[in-house]
């Protein structure tokens, strides 16, 4: 059976799309109502104003990371592998925002308090993912309290302003090349994994093999650079 799209699921999904197109500041609401065919006075009745379109879409925003941050299953570097991919498909998906960050934080505040409020939620489910990462031996004990966290606060910045360095230097600039965030990611993990964390990843670059996708781990899966951290 053919599921229904609601008209409020069509305005999301229509913002997205010219959000990600124009940026935030040069779509109107005619311009999204005219997007899925509807009257400006329909639109209105869902959304008043492009601020409770925003603010709609980060609460759904929010939720589909929460489904992929914490496993339901058992713990592995596996996990962190798909979490990296998923967060740098995530914040394509949605680049308007990580690419107009500033502009919303100037105009749209309700949206930007929610936006800390994740920050906050984030760093402490790191915490407990590489405390459980810990307990099952695959990554070291911290040499110094807070010093993982401190390591997540370089990832995050990195990845959350990665689409807006990319904007700036050029889709093809070579450092930029396709799967590289994910790529950094690794490089900031991969010397504080044990042995056997290790062994795991290199598990994750025999599955990573040959395969010409969205992230290659070409310079972290190197038989140099794994003897060196080795």
Known sequence: ME??????????????KLFNA????????????????????NLAYHFSNKGEILDELYKRMEQEMDDAVYPAGDLTLHHYH?????????????????????????????VIRRYRRTVALRFEQYDRLMADLIRKGLVKREPEPGFYRSQFRSIWVMSTFWLQHKAVLGKNHPVLDAGSDVR???????????????REFKEICESERGRNDHYPLTGPCSAVYLKRIG
């Open 3 to 16: 599921r229904v799209v609601s008209t409020a699921d069509r305005i999301i999904e229509a913002s997205v």
């Open 22 to 41: 124009d940026g935030v500041s040069q779509v109107s609401l005619r311009g999204i109502a005219d997007e899925i065919g509807i009257s400006h006075g």
């Open 82 to 110: 798909r979490m990296a991919k998923r967060i740098s498909e995530f914040h394509d998906r949605y680049r308007f925002f990580y690419l107009d960050m500033l502009e919303i934080t100037r105009h749209y505040p309700r």
């Open 184 to 198: 950094h990611v690794w490089e900031i993990m991969l010397q504080h994994l044990t042995p056997k964390g290790l």
